[in-house]
């Protein structure tokens, strides 16, 4: 648990940082300040030493507390060799080689990257870009959380506009935000993964797409538009969709009850990604079902293990430790002063295995 001062500290620090309070803004007086924290004199003082010493604060005798200029110094330290990288997830899945491909080009130019995980968390992801607006950075590559969902840190990301940070997303982006990205095509991908399925004879395909981020929402309107150019079978789509602070129990058993139901089960489930579509396949299994011979599975990102599986996983490529590398060059390309800066989308590549079968 943090000390009652640090609670102090970084409350005021992220109503700085946030811009609650904007540079040479009178700051609240300690009794104030105790009265709102109810805490000590001396808890308050210690707070506000810390920020002193942070720059974030500055003291006029007999004038008060304001709000010291702290982008001044962010900015003298941007010659700083250090790219910060902010990710909704590290260790699994496919953020290994993304995270790979930012690191190998970012040592090519003779810097380190500061690393932080969101764990797809709008909370999280506030506390991640208050510690790097506080770090001393060079550029910064960012995943965004939630990203269909818009984004509860407008404040900051106006805060690295202000100064001047050079700013890449990755995956996907806030379209309510003026910042360049690197990102697939998921739209077009998941058009061409349900005109495949169609092609082979399915008619009865289901879609699952998780939805708060944008990925899976733009994958949702591929295979909407795909049904929306068979029209004759549009009334045999269906779909599943789900968030990530869903209980994926209840996902499942949802999944389950159209898959036991005879008379319309699907003969193609379209997954929102290889992870899923794993679990997907485990589940056909459990209910005496083969995949391809009963039901067809496609997934979305060709994770490692989905050619390793049996049967191997259907997928859509995904240019992971590639569009790692692109983002770093797109970001050092800003530190070096190119205005020319154009966003990167990856056109979709179909990788067909023996997880699908024509009907």
Not at 57 to 70: A, E, L, P
Not at 81 to 100: D, E, R, S
Not at 217 to 236: C, E, N, P, S
Request: charged share 30%; hydrophobic share 35%; with cysteine.
């Amino acid at each position: 648990m943090k000390n009652k001062y640090e609670i102090v500290r970084d409350g005021l620090k992220e109503e700085i940082l946030s811009g609650r309070y904007a540079i040479n803004d009178k700051m609240p007086t300690e009794s104030e300040l105790m009265e709102k924290y109810q805490v000590s004199r001396y808890t308050v003082r210690r707070a506000i030493g810390d920020l002193e010493v942070e720059h974030y604060i500055y003291r006029i005798q007999g004038g008060g507390m304001f709000v010291d200029d702290w982008q001044k110094y962010v900015n003298k330290s941007i010659k700083s060799k250090m790219i910060g990288l902010i990710t909704t997830h590290i260790a699994g899945y496919i953020f290994p080689n993304i995270i790979t491909g930012i690191d190998r080009y970012t040592s090519s130019e003779g810097y380190s990257i500061l690393l932080s995980n969101t764990q797809n968390d709008p909370e999280k992801e506030r506390k991640s870009i208050e510690k790097m607006l506080e770090s001393d950075l060079s550029g910064l590559i960012i995943e965004p959380t939630q990203s269909a969902l818009g984004t509860i840190n407008a404040d900051l990301y106006k805060k690295i506009k202000e100064i001047k940070l050079p700013t890449v997303f990755i995956n996907s982006h806030y379209t309510e935000l003026d910042f360049p990205y690197v990102e697939m095509n998921d739209y077009e991908a998941e058009l061409q993964v349900t005109n495949k399925l169609l092609e082979l004879g399915h008619k009865r395909i289901l879609g699952i797409f998780k939805i708060d981020d944008i990925q899976g929402v733009h994958r949702m309107k591929g295979f909407i538009k795909a049904y929306q150019d068979h029209t004759d079978l549009v009334f045999l789509s269906q779909m599943v969709m789900y968030q990530s602070s869903d209980n994926m129990r209840s996902v499942f058993t949802r999944i389950e009850g159209i898959l036991n139901n005879l008379s319309d089960r699907p003969t193609a489930i379209i997954c929102y990604n290889d992870q899923l579509a794993i679990q997907i396949i485990d589940l056909i299994r459990s209910l005496g079902l083969k995949v391809p011979e009963d039901v067809s599975v496609f997934g979305f990102d060709n994770y490692q293990l989905s050619k390793y599986i049996a049967p191997h996983l259907s997928t859509v490529e995904h240019p992971k430790e590639k569009l790692g590398r692109d983002a770093a060059k797109m970001v050092f390309d800003m530190i070096k002063g190119n205005k020319k800066i154009e966003n990167k989308i990856y056109e979709p590549e179909l990788i067909l295995r023996e997880s699908i079968k024509r009907i």
